[in-house]
């Protein structure tokens, strides 16, 4: 049991991680990273600022009718990618449930649907300090659910600043946990994290939030009002002290 709590550990922290960085948590200091531009993956999440840490559209076709486009500016120059546009999402982005290796469904969405998130396989010039943008072109109404609320982002344009949540060249486990996990445990455990975090910005530290309109509680959670707050009052406890609320882990 000792063993396994020692992992868990090592999956919330890292959970920790994600889990601020909607909100401009600073987590990169955490991790060693170099300071020079390295190309790694992409992996980001929309900012929807009612549902910050979950939301999935239910129209996956409407969404990407639109268009999405990120810009990275560093030393006065810019790269520009598109992420998706008219329906077809660009050479090496994706959704999580397209990106499945075996074809299954990702657990998060249902068929048509689509999830906030999207990555790269190709890599781009990454470093700390960089200004990121999004943009996000919606041509019709997008309905969408997240875990406490459902609801709709208006048709329009929409921009979004800031930075990276975190950047992660090659993952790592702490000495101490080395130390309490079995040998092949902690292999396969560093396997799956090293092929999902290694060589990654995560882009989830916007300045800007979007605003959904609310169109019927609850979420896909079916909380009750009271458990509703508990969630909204541990976010702004989050947010006031950069500390992380039990909350932000109920499934």
Known sequence: MKHIC??????????????????MTNTMEQCPVSREPVARKISLKLPIRQEEFHWRFMKKDELLAGKLLLTIERNGKKQQMTIFENGTFMEGWSSPEESQANGTQDPMVKPGEIYFLFKSEKRYETAPGDTVELTLTAKSDLEGIGPMCAGVLPKGEYKAKGTYS?????????PEIIKEVPKERLDAFCKLMSENASNTAFLENWQDQWNIKVTSNPGWLHLTPEQVKQRKDGLEQMKQTGGISPFIFVP
């Open 6 to 23: 020692s992992l868990l550990l090592v999956l919330v922290c890292f959970a920790m991680q994600w889990a601020g960085a909607l909100n």
């Open 166 to 174: 975190l950047l992660v060249d090659k993952f790592q486990v702490a």
